[in-house]
């Protein structure tokens, strides 16, 4: 059996990312704690379109959290984080996904609620 070490190293950072550069996020769910986990906090940009057709640049805040955690993310879940709320929506066609081949992190996409 051979050792695959590109999943080691992938072990490793997810590791080294959530014991030093994590924070606490509470999730809910139409009013109720769905789970607390400890997350780090990404941003990412995408092109989209507003309502009138025209293209904008879209800021979202993507939290990482380890992919064993038993949440389902889903559209309007609110994640409380930093003193701000921000809610679950799609980046694309999605509201999650998996952020290494070996799913040891999920990105969830947010956008600040305001």
């Known amino acids: 059996m051979s050792v695959d070490f590109f999943k080691n190293g992938v072990s490793y950072l997810r590791r080294q990312l959530l014991e030093n550069a994590s924070d606490e996020i509470t999730v809910e769910r139409n009013g109720d704690i769905v789970g607390t986990f400890r997350a780090v906090?990404?941003?990412?940009?995408?092109?989209?379109?507003?309502?009138?057709?025209?293209?904008?640049?879209?800021?979202?805040?993507?939290?990482?959290?380890?992919?064993?955690?038993?949440?389902?993310?889903?559209?309007?879940?609110?994640?409380?984080?930093?003193?701000?709320?921000?809610?679950?929506?799609?980046?694309?066609?999605e509201v999650w996904r998996w952020d290494d081949p070996y799913k040891e992190m999920m990105r969830v996409h947010a956008m600040l609620f305001e």
Do not use: C, H, M
């Not at 990412?44 to 949440?71: K, W």
């Open 41 to 93: 906090v990404a941003k990412s940009e995408f092109e989209d379109a507003d309502r009138e057709g025209r293209r904008v640049n879209v800021y979202v805040v993507d939290f990482l959290i380890p992919g064993e955690t038993e949440y389902s993310p889903q559209k309007g879940d609110v994640v409380r984080y930093n003193n701000q709320r921000y809610v679950v929506r799609p980046l694309g066609k």
